[in-house]
């Protein structure tokens, strides 16, 4: 995993000889700016690996600027965001905010799960602000989101690696 201030490496950096054409396709994973933890990330990773997908983990505390430029550089099939620390609504309105901004990432499916509250009282009244500010899927703390996010990765439409998708495929 890579150091929330520096680049990851290039999904064809990572592995010499990886045949990106056998992935279903590419997923960035990352943390808020304001959460620290990594676990979370670690487990999205793997499971996300699972499923088919190569990941690239941003990390945590990832700043906005640096998630926005390293998604419009990966060109991803999927974004993932995650958090613990219970800011997952604060920094996720303002994420996603910037993320749609970027002509390149408009129609990119984007995700955010985990902690997103400090309290689940508003749990689904968050959750409907976090899809209506542009989230594809939200899936709030608990046992079922992970399997509806397993769910939701698993019926992703391929991508045509062969139509001018990612530079490095």
């Not at 808020?32 to 990390?59: K, M, R």
């Not at 993320?99 to 408009?106: K, M, T």
Request: charged letters at 20%; proline letters at 7%.
């Amino acid at each position: 995993m890579s150091s929330p201030h520096t680049s990851p490496a290039r999904p064809a950096e990572r592995e010499p000889g990886h045949d990106t054409a056998r992935a279903r396709g590419l997923v960035v994973v990352s943390g808020v700016a304001s959460d620290a933890h990594t676990w979370n990330l670690v487990f999205l990773q793997l499971l996300i690996e699972e499923l088919g997908y190569e990941v690239v983990n941003l990390g945590p505390c990832v700043p906005d600027e640096m998630l926005v430029e390293e998604c419009r550089l990966l060109e991803p099939d999927l974004v993932v965001i995650s958090s613990v620390n219970g800011h997952g609504h604060q920094d996720g309105l303002r994420l996603i905010g910037r993320l749609r901004a970027c002509e390149s990432l408009v129609a990119t499916p984007v995700a955010i799960g985990g902690k997103l509250a400090i309290s689940d009282d508003n749990a689904e009244r968050i959750a409907r602000e976090l899809a209506a500010a542009g989230y594809d899927a939200v899936f709030p703390d608990g046992a079922a989101g992970v399997a509806e996010f397993r769910n939701f990765v698993g019926v992703l439409p391929r991508p045509s690696l062969t139509a001018g998708s990612r530079s490095g495929a």
